[in-house]
């Protein structure tokens, strides 16, 4: 029963990286364009959750409205105002941006913040759990965070197949030239692009700081996990993302089992073996 319920918490693990990864995919999938901060912006995500709520005693409801809003329309203007200034054929400019962005986002919320851990405290939401049995039960924040995991990409893929910015969003998928002939504006497409990623990465950061303690040098761990999830679950396939997201998550829980110390190791050593034998990743599908 011990290794089950590591399966069940493997799995449920999954659903946050799948959620660290979504956005990451997304872009790739749109834009060809791999954001080094893209961590960082998850805990930015993290830090703005605590503000609202801990900072400035919001409702948790509005402040998760207010994360959402300003982490889309700061992608929108982001993506807009920098990136789309550095993206072309040459791979190297957006790089050398979003790195620089990263260090300058991890320095602001040390300025802002201090280096201490922070966590966001939820009280009973955090222990409640739903038991399956004796000796077995599940977390209700876990399942929700899966669940929101599921949710959002089930958005991300109906807005992409049954909306017209979504198809627009596809076309530059597969020719960023043709957009001009269907008459979209392709620096608006990859900012709304951002500002859905972006949207995601709120979540995401909003789920970190309820589920574990971050500080403002969080961000490339978190990105790492994104990339592995990203990368064999299949470049800019959603779905992809959220199958290596479990399958980190399980390998996490199956290691730290084992022992304490072989809980991360265990991740890369499972993303290793998929790269190993599924070069392309598991689900090699671009969005479309």
């Known amino acids: 029963m011990i290794w089950v319920n590591a399966l069940v918490q493997g799995v449920l693990l999954g659903g946050l990286y799948a959620l660290f990864a979504a956005g990451l995919s997304l872009m790739f999938g749109v834009m060809r364009f791999i954001n080094i901060a893209h961590g960082d912006f998850i805990v930015v995500g993290a830090y703005a959750i605590l503000f609202f709520i801990v900072g400035l005693g919001l409702p948790p409801a509005l402040g998760v409205f207010l994360v959402i809003v300003l982490m889309a329309a700061g992608g929108y203007l982001n993506q807009n105002l ?76 109906w807005v992409f197949y049954h909306t017209a910015m979504g198809r627009m969003l596809r076309a530059t998928s597969d020719d960023p030239e043709i957009l001009p002939l269907m008459g979209g504006n392709r620096a608006h497409t990859f900012a709304v692009a951002t500002a859905l990623a972006s949207v995601v990465v709120g979540v995401a950061g909003i789920w970190l700081a309820m589920k574990t303690n971050f500080d403002p040098a969080a961000g490339p761990a978190r990105l790492l996990f994104a990339f592995e999830a990203v990368i064999i679950g299949g470049l800019g396939n959603l779905w992809g993302t959220l199958l290596e997201g479990v399958i980190l998550g399980v390998a996490q829980s199956i290691g730290a089992q084992i022992d304490a110390g072989y809980q991360i190791l265990a991740g890369h050593l499972a993303f290793l073996l998929i790269l190993i034998i599924r070069p392309t990743g598991l689900m090699p599908k671009v969005v479309k």
């Open 82 to 157: 920098l990136l789309n200034r550095v993206l072309g054929k040459d791979i190297l400019p957006p790089v050398l941006v979003t790195f620089g962005m990263s260090i300058i986002i991890q320095n602001a919320l040390l300025e802002g913040f201090s280096a201490d851990s922070q966590k966001l405290a939820t009280g009973w939401f955090e222990t409640s759990s739903i038991p399956l049995g004796q000796e077995l039960a599940i977390g209700l924040l876990p399942l929700l965070m899966f669940l929101t995991a599921v949710g959002v990409i089930a958005a991300l893929q």
